[in-house]
C-alpha cells in the first residue's frame, strides 16, 4: 500500500512526502499558482509514465531482453465524446484521455516488440487507471 501526506504551505504550493522523499505540487501563474512545482495532473501523468519505464525494465531484465533506452510521454486532455472514436462513452460531454509514446529501443525481434508494447499498458498505474478506482472518502475537521 502507498500513502502520500499532502500540506498546503502558502497560496497553491503543496509539499507531499511518502515519508522517505518530499516533491511540490503547484499550479501554474496563469491559474494562480507560483509555478514552483508540476500541477496534479503532471504528477499523475509522471506516476503513468515512471511505471510504465519501470515495468518495461523489469520485464526486460527478467527476460533478459537487451533493452538500451526507454521513455514515455503521456498527454492528458478533456476531448468532446463524439470525437473520440475509440471511446466507450459516446453519451457524455466530454471525458478526459490520456495519450501515450512510449519509445523503447533495443535489439528486438517481431514477437519482441510485440510483447514490449503489450507490457507497455500493463503497468500497475495504467492498469488502475484504466480498469477504474473506488474511494473511500473521509473529512475531518480540527
Not at 49 to 57: E, G, K
Not at 77 to 89: M, P
Not at 104 to 116: E, M, P, Y
Request: glycine share 8%; with cysteine.
Amino acid at each position: 500500500m502507498a500513502r502520500i501526506t499532502a500540506t498546503l504551505t502558502s497560496g497553491m504550493v503543496v509539499r507531499l512526502s511518502n515519508g522517505r522523499h518530499e516533491w511540490t505540487a503547484d499550479e501554474p501563474l496563469d491559474a494562480g499558482g507560483t509555478d514552483t512545482g508540476p500541477n496534479p495532473y503532471e504528477l499523475l501523468l509522471g506516476s503513468l509514465a515512471a511505471c510504465t519505464c519501470i515495468t518495461i525494465s523489469w520485464y526486460c531484465q527478467h527476460k533478459s531482453l537487451p533493452l538500451q533506452s526507454v521513455s514515455a510521454t503521456y498527454d492528458f486532455g478533456r476531448v468532446h465524446a463524439d470525437d473520440c472514436k475509440d471511446c466507450d462513452i459516446p453519451d457524455r460531454g466530454y471525458i478526459e484521455k490520456i495519450t501515450s509514446n512510449v519509445h523503447i529501443t533495443g535489439d528486438f525481434d517481431a514477437a519482441q516488440k510485440k510483447r514490449l508494447a503489450q507490457i507497455a499498458e500493463r503497468c500497475p498505474v495504467h492498469k488502475t487507471l484504466a480498469h477504474g478506482i473506488v474511494f473511500e472518502d473521509r473529512a475531518t475537521f480540527g
